[in-house]
């Protein structure tokens, strides 16, 4: 499975943007997509995660109300709608995959073993 993240750029606080996520190679019932991102000097951050079968989510709670995470099953692509956007959500965001993960594991970076190649979201005040 590949993955192609886009949609990042740069926002001022309080506006929004959508990242998109396009999957190629087969998705199977038990997979599993999630986003994260990472700021310069700290360590990858979970926001959320979706089962592919099912839609069932796990949310970060810095991310809750502000992200919403949703996919379009026979486009293959996985979409964040951050809302709200604040300085501190400054990062590089990226998309990942796996399957058959358990709901307490969505939110494990190690689990992951498909990784996009990360946009830039820059929030200015």
């Known amino acids: 499975v590949q993955l192609q993240a886009s949609g990042g750029g740069l926002v001022q606080a309080g506006g929004s943007l959508r990242l998109s996520c396009a999957a190629s190679?087969?998705?199977?019932?038990?997979?599993?997509m999630g986003w994260f991102r990472q700021a310069p000097g700290k360590e990858r951050e979970f926001l959320i995660a979706?089962?592919?079968?099912?839609?069932?989510?796990v949310y970060a709670d810095s991310v809750k109300g502000r992200f919403t995470i949703s996919r379009d099953i026979p486009k293959k692509t996985l979409y964040l709608q951050m809302n709200n956007l604040k300085p501190e959500d400054t990062a590089v965001y990226y998309c990942?995959?796996?399957?058959?993960?358990?709901?307490?594991?969505?939110?494990?970076?190690?689990?992951?073993?498909?990784w996009g190649q990360g946009t830039q979201v820059t929030v200015s005040s």
């Open positions: 990942a995959g796996s399957f058959g993960l358990i709901t307490s594991s969505m939110s494990d970076v190690e689990k992951y073993g498909y």
């Open positions: 190679g087969r998705t199977y019932s038990n997979y599993i």
């Open positions: 979706i089962k592919w079968s099912g839609g069932s989510t």
